[in-house]
């Protein structure tokens, strides 16, 4: 069974640093492409950047161009999200996703994690 | 970024009746080499991820059921659910996967009347 199964959820105050992680399961990890989702409350989910655990091949969305680090650690089916500076305005829920078909990433998302929810405040 | 919308906001239908959700995207998402819309729905209900309903515009995944339809090519597309159910209360995205960033409709909210 595929398993995408996410850290715990996370208080952190402004300027502080966080890595979040998201551990596959149930398929083989490093073949396909993991994709990173930012759900704030209320709003519809955005797709942050995608990671290709193989060789940590990686591609952002512009708008988190820079705001963020997507990482791999394939020895230990883990996909990662990283911020070295947080901001209140990061509060939300993040999602991992597995992207469906192992030949590429113009696919759907067919297994999510569970989620971790980040809160950022002073 | 191509731009995905939703109509209407929100709908409340009558259990065993139909429910239509629209969804346009600002260009193309037909992939003229296969023939293929790359458009994708979801259902969220509140405190899960989304689910993956259909992809490619039209083909449900394994273990939805046949209630759940999706038609539509290039921009313009629809999600029908053909007999409403309790179960089926929730939220409705649509999501292009044609190009990066991958984009999301401002989603859908279905009720019960």
């Known amino acids: 069974e595929v398993q995408l199964v996410q850290s715990g959820a996370e208080m952190k105050k402004p300027g502080e640093s966080l890595k979040i992680s998201c551990k596959g399961s149930?398929?083989?990890?490093?073949?396909?492409?993991i994709a990173w989702v930012r759900q704030m409350p209320g709003k519809r989910p955005e797709w942050m950047g995608i990671?290709?655990?193989?060789?940590?091949?990686?591609r952002y969305s512009p708008s988190f161009q820079g705001q963020v680090t997507i990482s791999a650690g394939k020895s230990i089916s883990t996909a990662y999200l990283q911020w070295s500076s947080l901001k209140a305005s990061d509060t939300a829920m993040y999602y991992c996703?597995?992207?469906?078909?192992?030949?590429?990433?113009?696919?759907?998302?067919?297994?999510w994690g569970q989620g971790t929810l980040v809160t950022v405040s002073s | 970024d191509i731009v995905m919308t939703q109509s209407p906001d929100s709908l409340a239908v009558s259990l065993g009746e139909r429910a239509t959700i629209n969804c346009k995207s600002s260009?193309?998402?037909?992939?003229?080499?296969?023939?293929?819309?790359?458009l994708a729905w979801f259902q969220q209900k509140p405190g899960q991820p989304p689910k993956l309903l259909i992809s490619?515009?039209?083909s449900r995944e394994f273990g939805v059921p046949d209630r759940f339809s999706g038609s539509g090519s290039g921009t313009d597309f629809t999600l029908t659910i053909s007999s409403l159910q309790a179960e089926d209360v929730a939220l409705y995205y649509c999501?292009?996967?044609?190009?990066?960033?991958?984009?999301f409709g401002p989603g859908t909210k279905v009720d019960i009347k």
């Open positions: 149930g398929y083989i990890f490093t073949s396909y492409w």
């Open positions: 990671i290709y655990p193989g060789d940590s091949n990686t």
């Open positions: 490619w515009a039209s």
């Open positions: 996703a597995r992207i469906s078909d192992n030949s590429g990433y113009y696919y759907p998302m067919d297994y």
């Open positions: 260009q193309s998402l037909l992939y003229s080499s296969n023939n293929k819309d790359y």
């Open positions: 999501q292009q996967y044609y190009s990066t960033p991958f984009t």
